[in-house]
């Protein structure tokens, strides 16, 4: 059986044409506008309390809207934007290093191997300026420099210094900054917040997004809630992988409910490896540590020339070392984007010269940095960082270098959306990590947090607007037939999980998963790779319905529950992230095909047969998947074999 079918293609009708340094500027004139009056009669609901949820509801919610907002955590601070260490990206050009918007949008566009939507970069790029300014209102303490002056560092992919930062904590200052104006607006009764929620399904009548139905994870209520609209920003799906840099918690159920409901999945293969995590230690590990992005700065990536080399790196003289990203990428260097610094090291490492217990690390190397600079001056900027590495590794940082190793971090997939942010789904919008738009195949570091804030704070309450013009809609609740058939399929879903009573683990299942996408979707792809695991997936996933086994029951607390039903939306996931990576015919940014490279080993893109969006439609299970394609045009920035030599 054929494992896609292709369908109509998919356009983005709400992108304006002209000038792209105006485009913004003419949707946000020309877009509906909702009076005060009216924004009070109006209901949103936002799934997710991060950076892109928690400045949408706070904004939106300051606009005048009534606003629902849920999250599975205990408090909107816990989202997992609090664990972002390294910057966030604003072309302000305080270095006068050449920096612009211009230059900006140009390094995001190449940096994403151009799989990227000219216009939704550009807009990013242009918002970048006004982050910064808003959250230095807010209170959020930045590093400055001596004079007072905000500093800023460098990351992968760019050549200026356009990273703002709060030493090793940025997502957690930003985050705190957007939880305070998120509790102010709950304070003033405009925000009605609900934690340890979860959305288990999107109710949709006549077409709209209606509400959802979510389950009170202390109790085991289940409720179905409704709005005039509803916005999901509920983050990203790494932990497909097990093992990745997310917190446990994070999943995909939000998107994957709406995605079966009839919203697109975007370029769902796309998935970012971090190149600078802690290395694995042992089986008994649940997820991973990032050391931060900004640590390339001052630290020299290395491993021994000769393989098998197991002298101590002190023991080890400079002439006996590989400074690979320097010898390879002389013009970045250390600071290539993550796709190539992580490819770069897997290498090494399959050639005999990782380092560590597992072979499977290379060395972050800060010697030069504290002689040039003192250790004093390396402690201000990455003290906490230092003390994170040496809290789980029992070595000291300042005294032997960090180990390294690529993980999985980020997914530049995700629900496909327009220029308004709105999905194939009328009146739901999908925001930061949990939608496909600005990235491409390969986000540079420090950019999530620019579009979580760009996404919630300047452009959703824009274009959200546009949408609800068109309301106040038909008052439903949960007597309608699609509330009443939402909630019955959450109810069904919850049971039939409890009914397996299987003898195997939740944990079990998702770990073996992980370790199946890992080696077959995971820093290298191939054809046979693949559909090996497309196999696996779907055995492993007949399993889970045979064998599962979930103690206690639906009325009440109940983690394995909870762990199953986002698990089983993993099974599912997985299957379309291996048919997208076996259908794109090419290498880009972070999917790298082994069948598609240059003669020295870099990504090799086809342009001509795949400068497209893969959107995907849900079909249920044993059906092909369908493929809508959204053609990608370059006007500005012309697509060229990415080079950082």
């Known amino acids: 059986m054929d494992l896609y079918i292709e369908g109509d293609p998919v356009a983005d009708t709400r992108a304006p044409d002209g000038p792209i340094e105006s485009r913004w500027e003419r949707r946000r004139f020309e877009a509906k506008l909702v009076n005060p009056a009216n924004r009070r009669k109006m209901t949103v609901i ?24 849920y999250c599975y955590q205990d408090s909107p601070r816990r989202a997992h934007s609090i664990a972002a260490q390294g910057g966030i990206n604003a072309a302000k050009n305080y270095r006068n290093d050449g920096d612009s918007v211009h230059r900006l949008f140009y390094d995001t566009v190449k940096g994403g191997d151009f799989r990227s939507r000219e216009s939704n970069v550009h807009r990013l790029a242009e918002v970048s300026v006004n982050i910064i300014d808003q959250c230095v209102a807010q209170g959020v303490p930045f590093a ?29 200052q930003l985050l705190l900054g957007a939880y305070q104006a998120l509790e102010r607006q709950i304070g003033l009764g405009n925000v009605e917040m609900n934690a340890r929620h979860e959305m288990l399904e999107l109710i949709v009548v006549d077409g709209k997004a209606r509400g959802i139905v979510v389950r009170d994870l202390v109790t085991g209520e289940i409720t179905s809630e409704f709005a005039d ?41 796309y998935t970012q490896i971090h190149p600078t995590c802690i290395p694995v230690s042992g089986d008994h590990q649940s997820k991973l540590t990032l050391m931060s992005e900004s640590l390339r700065n ?48 897997k290498n090494v490492c399959d050639e005999g010269r990782g380092v560590g217990p597992t072979k499977l690390g290379v060395y972050l190397d800060f010697a030069d940095a504290i002689n ?59 925001i930061g990590e949990a939608n496909f738009s600005d990235h491409g195949a390969n986000r540079l570091g420090a950019s999530a947090l ?53 003898d195997r683990t939740v944990d079990s299942f998702h770990r073996e998963l992980g370790q199946i996408m890992w080696e077959h979707c995971g820093m290298e792809r191939s054809e046979a790779g693949l559909r090996k695991a497309i196999d696996e997936i779907r055995a492993l996933r007949e399993e889970f319905w045979q064998r599962v086994r979930i103690v206690g029951d639906a009325d009440g607390l109940n983690q394995s529950l909870e762990k ?29 095909r082994a069948e598609h490279q240059t003669p020295d080993g870099e990504a090799q893109r086809d342009d001509d047969n795949f400068a497209y969006v893969a959107a995907w439609e849900f079909t249920a299970t044993g059906e092909p998947s369908v493929l809508h394609k959204e053609d990608l045009k370059f006007e500005y920035v012309h697509p060229t074999q990415r080079s950082y030599k």
């Open 564 to 592: 199953a039903g986002r698990v089983a939306d993993f099974f599912e996931l997985a299957e379309l992230m291996c048919i997208d990576a076996l259908h794109r015919e090419e290498s880009c940014g972070g999917h790298f």
């Open 298 to 345: 001052d630290g020299r990536v290395w491993v021994p020339k000769a393989k098998g080399d197991d002298r101590a790196p002190r023991d080890i003289p400079e002439d006996e070392r590989d400074y690979y990203l320097e010898r390879i990428y002389p013009s970045f260097g250390n600071l290539v984007p993550r796709d190539i610094a992580s490819r770069a090291a």
């Open 372 to 430: 040039r600079l003192g250790r004093k001056a390396i402690e201000a900027k990455y003290g906490n960082l230092f003390e994170m590495y040496e809290r789980i590794t029992g070595e000291d940082p300042y005294e032997v270098p960090m180990r390294i190793y690529p993980a999985v971090h980020y997914t530049m997939g995700g629900l496909w959306v327009d220029y308004d942010l709105q999905s194939t789904i009328p009146g739901l919008f999908v």
């Open 144 to 172: 400055r420099e001596y004079g007072g002056l905000l500093d800023t560092r460098s990351f992968g992919g760019a050549q200026v210094q356009r990273t703002f930062y709060a030493r090793g904590q940025t997502g957690q």
């Open 46 to 69: 936002v799934v997710g309390t991060g950076l892109a949820g928690g400045s949408a509801a706070a904004t939106l919610a300051e606009q005048g809207y009534q606003v629902k907002s």
């Open 229 to 269: 609209a509803v916005v999901l920003a509920s983050g990203g799906y790494g932990n497909v992988f097990y093992l990745s840099t997310n917190a446990k918690g994070c999943n995909v159920t939000a998107t994957w409910r709406a995605h079966r409901k009839g919203a697109y999945f975007a370029n769902p293969c």
């Open 450 to 502: 620019m579009q979580g804030l760009a996404d919630g704070y300047f452009v959703l309450p824009n274009t959200i607007a546009n949408y609800l013009a068109a309301g106040p809609f038909e008052k439903i609740d949960g007597s309608h037939p699609a509330a009443i058939e939402a909630r019955r399929n959450v109810e069904d879903r919850l049971q039939r999980l409890l009914a397996v009573n299987g």
